[in-house]
């Protein structure tokens, strides 16, 4: 029933600012077209820290932000600037290049433990992968929602239980924030050949296993389990259709090797530009050689 469990591993982002990494693993490295999640907080520091995270660059990809509790401010190459808050989504597509960074600006959500972030990065199809970049925020009110019996969720893009999402994609997918209570049972989706379910808080029962929080099912193609919650708990779904084999180094995801080697050549020489409300620092590539295309992300904030 069960093709891996994947437990979250520590990754820092920035001094003092780790974050539950959940892909990519080393025996899975997607789950449909996903190809990055992690999960950040609940965050409590000093309201005098400071966890932002540089502008940084993206190739060949979609960053989807997702907010469980607090707020980011947003700022990118194209000049977009957007305060992110929680229910809405951030979808930004990087295609043939965009620079982005994430501010914590509101030090009293930090200090009140009032962040909680789950970060996602969706390959693209080959032929988008050297799109012009975009940005788009929805709303909260713009997802479907759907509630039933101690269930609540919010389908954050692509389609699944019979609802479709107006959030723009580039391959088939579905992506879910689940709200589950105490003994409440529940089906993942149908109709899409590879399936996740990240366990952010309480615990599951599957097929008489319990699965604490911080683990990611990935669910054989063509069955269809039962979950049951042990406690109140929160899910991530999310999966889709495969795209095929990606390489992956830092920010930078493609089907093609040299491409990557491009775009590193690209971030040094200054060719992908700078958000211009924030463009007096930046994160330089990094210099470690050991970390080839196709080998595990660095640990750096979508």
């Known amino acids: ?134 940005f788009k925020n929805y709303a909260a009110e713009e997802l479907p929602v759907f509630t039933d019996k101690g269930v609540w969720m919010r389908l954050i893009a692509g389609d699944a239980y019979g609802l479709k999402s107006e959030v723009k994609t580039s391959s088939p997918l579905f992506y879910l924030h689940v709200e589950l209570q105490a003994e409440a049972r529940f089906g993942i989706p149908t109709g899409h050949s590879e399936r996740g379910v990240y366990i952010v808080k309480g615990s599951l029962e599957v097929n008489g296993v319990s699965y604490p929080a911080g683990k990611l099912l990935v669910f054989s193609k063509g069955v269809d389990p039962l979950i049951i919650a042990k406690e109140k708990t929160t899910l991530m779904m999310l999966g889709g259709e495969h795209l095929g084999e990606r390489y992956i180094w830092w920010n930078f995801v493609s089907s093609r090797k040299e491409r990557i080697e491009q775009a590193k050549e690209d971030w040094k020489q200054g060719r992908i530009l700078l958000p211009p409300s924030d463009n007096q620092e930046f994160v330089p590539l990094p210099e470690d050689k050991s970390k080839p295309a196709g080998g595990p992300a660095p640990g750096i904030l979508s």
């Open 1 to 134: 029933m069960l093709d891996i469990i994947i437990d979250t591993r520590q990754a820092v982002i920035t001094p003092g600012f780790s974050v539950k990494r959940i892909l990519p693993y080393q025996l899975r490295r997607m789950v449909g077209p996903f190809i990055f999640m992690d999960h950040a907080g609940p965050v409590s520091v000093p309201a005098t820290a400071n966890l932002d995270v540089l502008p940084h660059p993206h190739i060949g990809l979609s960053t989807v932000s997702y907010l469980l509790d607090g707020n980011v401010t947003h700022r990118d190459s194209l000049g977009v600037e957007q305060v992110i808050k929680p229910g809405e989504v951030n979808w930004m597509t990087a295609g043939k290049g965009i620079s982005h960074s994430e501010r914590f600006e509101d030090p009293n959500v930090l200090a009140a433990g009032g962040l909680e972030m789950i970060q996602t990065w969706v390959a693209l199809p080959e032929k988008d992968e050297e799109s012009d970049p975009a």
